[in-house]
C-alpha cells in the first residue's frame, strides 16, 4: 500500500441547518467530511469535500434469532438489537465514492457508505476500542492484488451492511502481503469484533481466507458468496449465524473457529440461513462446541461438521462426506469427553466408499431425536457410550432401534445391533449425555 494516497476521514462536520435537510420521504442528504490526501510522491494540506447526493428515509428492517436457550452453548444476549438490524440509520451518515489508489482511513465512530468501483483500496478502520463504525456497502466493488479490502485495525466493533438490492464484490487475486507483524490473510480481515448483515449481496474471492476476524464473527443476514483458497469464514473466538444465504466454496475449512493459543475458545452457533458449501476440508469446524439450532444445509466436503462435542438440534442437513460426516474429536481441553447429541432435526448423510464413518465420536455418541437417515459402509464409530433413546434412525433403507458400533468386530453390519445393549456396556460418564458438558459459552 506504500504507493496509494492516503484518504482519511477524520470527522463529519454536518451543520446544524443541513442536519434537518432529511424529512418526509426523500430528502437531500448534505455531508462535509475533512478528508487528508497523502502520497510517498507529495503531500497536501486537509481539504474540505462535501459530498450530496439523494437518498430515501431507510425503512428500518430487523431480523430474529430463533435461538435455543438448553443448548451446549449460552445464548444468552448472543445478538444484540443492533446486530440483528439489517439497515443502517443513516441520517449522520459520510458518503464516500471509492478512487483506485487511493485508501480510505476511517478514525472517527460513525456511519459510512461506500460506493464506486476501484482497484489497490484498503479500507481501514482504526478507532477506539469503545467505539463502533458500520461501514454501508452500495454497490462497491474492490479488487486488490495483495491487501484486503476491508482492514480493522481497532473498534469495539465493526458492522458491515449490505443495502438492499445492491451487489457488492471484493477480490484479492495475489498473494497477501503481512502488515509488520499481522498476517492479513483475508479480503475482511478484522482484529475486532465483526457482524455481516444487511439486504443485498456481498462476493468475495480471496487467494486465502474470505474473511477472518481475531475476535467473535457474527452473520444476522445478506446473501453470500465465497471463493477461497484458504478458509471461507474464520475467526478465533467464535462464530454465530442466525440468518443469512450462503455459497460457500473453500479449498480448505467452509466454517473455521479456532485460536492457536488457547482451546478454550473457538465455538460455532447456527440456528438459522441457508448453506451451500463445497470444501476440501471441512464444511464447519470447531475447536469447542459446534451447535446447530436451525438453517439449511447442503454440505460437499472431507469431513461435514468437526468439533469438540457436536450438538444438532434443529435444521436440515444434507450431507455428502469422503471421510467423516459428522466427528467428534479432541480439540479443547477444557470439554473433557468428547460428544455428538441430536436432539432434533433432519440429517441426511451419504459416505464416500473406503474407512469412511456417518458419525464418528472419540468420545460418547447419542441420538434423542429428529431423523437421521445414513447411507454408509460404517454407519457409526465412537469410543464411549452409544445411546438411541428418540427419533427415527435408518442405516442404509433399514430403521434401526440400536445404535450399533461399526468397527467392532472388524465391522459389523448396520441393520441390527450387537449381542447386548450398547448403552449398557460402554461406561459413559455418569448421567450420560442428557445436558450441556461443563455449562455453555458466553457470545
Known amino acids: 500500500m506504500k504507493n496509494r494516497y492516503t484518504r482519511k476521514v477524520s470527522a463529519v462536520l454536518v451543520s446544524a441547518a443541513l442536519a434537518t435537510t432529511l424529512s418526509g420521504c426523500m430528502g437531500t442528504k448534505s455531508s462535509t467530511v475533512e478528508v487528508e490526501l497523502q502520497s510517498n510522491e507529495s503531500s497536501s494540506a486537509p481539504v474540505v469535500v462535501t459530498e450530496t447526493s439523494e437518498q430515501a428515509t431507510e425503512t428500518v428492517v430487523t431480523s430474529e434469532a430463533n435461538l435455543t436457550t438448553t443448548g451446549v452453548i449460552d445464548t444468552t444476549d448472543l445478538f444484540t438489537e443492533r446486530d440483528l438490524t439489517q439497515t443502517a440509520d443513516l441520517s449522520d451518515a459520510t458518503y464516500l465514492t471509492l478512487t483506485s489508489g487511493e485508501d480510505v482511513s476511517i478514525t472517527a465512530e460513525g456511519v459510512y457508505v461506500l460506493s464506486g468501483e476501484a482497484s489497490d483500496v484498503t479500507i481501514t478502520v482504526d478507532v477506539d476500542s469503545t467505539e463502533k463504525v458500520q461501514i454501508v456497502l452500495d454497490g462497491l466493488s474492490i479488487t486488490n492484488a495483495d491487501a484486503p479490502a476491508i482492514y480493522v485495525l481497532s473498534a469495539d466493533k465493526v458492522f458491515v451492511t449490505t443495502t438492499e438490492g445492491s451487489s457488492d464484490t471484493l477480490s484479492v487475486t495475489g498473494s497477501f502481503v503481512a502488515d509488520g507483524d499481522t498476517n492479513t490473510d483475508a479480503v475482511i480481515f478484522s482484529k475486532d469484533d465483526l457482524v455481516l448483515n444487511g439486504l443485498g449481496t456481498l462476493t468475495i474471492s480471496s487467494t486465502d481466507n474470505g474473511i477472518s476476524c481475531k475476535d467473535d464473527l457474527k452473520v444476522t443476514g445478506g446473501t453470500y458468496t465465497i471463493s477461497s483458497t484458504g478458509d471461507g469464514l474464520e475467526a478465533n473466538d467464535s462464530i454465530s449465524i442466525s440468518d443469512g444465504s450462503f ?128 447411507n454408509a459402509q460404517f454407519a457409526f464409530d465412537f469410543d464411549g457410550a452409544g445411546e438411541l433413546t428418540g427419533g427415527t434412525v435408518t442405516v442404509n433403507g433399514e430403521q434401526v432401534t440400536s445404535i450399533t458400533n461399526s468397527m467392532m468386530g472388524g465391522g459389523m453390519g448396520m441393520g441390527g445391533s450387537p449381542e447386548g445393549s450398547m448403552s449398557g456396556q460402554m461406561g459413559g460418564p455418569e448421567g450420560g449425555m442428557g445436558g450441556p458438558m461443563g455449562g455453555g459459552l458466553q457470545g
Do not use: W
Request: proline share 1%; with cysteine; hydrophobic share 35%.
Open 247 to 374: 455459497a460457500i466454496s473453500s479449498q480448505a475449512d467452509a466454517l473455521h473457529a479456532e485460536n492457536d493459543e488457547d482451546d478454550t475458545v473457538g465455538s460455532v452457533y447456527i440456528c438459522g440461513g441457508s448453506f451451500d458449501i463445497d470444501a476440501a476440508s471441512d464444511g464447519i469446524r470447531a475447536t469447542t462446541y459446534l451447535q446447530v439450532d436451525g438453517g439449511s444445509f447442503t454440505i460437499t466436503a472431507g469431513e461435514a461438521l468437526e468439533a469438540t462435542y457436536v450438538q444438532v438440534n434443529g435444521g436440515e442437513l444434507k450431507i455428502d462426506a469422503s471421510d467423516d460426516g459428522i466427528n467428534a474429536t479432541t480439540k479443547s481441553s477444557s470439554i473433557g469427553t468428547p460428544a455428538v447429541e441430536i436432539t432434533g432435526g433432519t440429517i441426511s448423510i451419504t459416505m464416500g466408499a473406503g474407512d469412511t464413518d456417518a458419525i464418528d465420536s472419540n468420545g460418547n455418541l447419542c441420538i434423542s431425536g429428529g431423523t437421521v437417515d445414513i
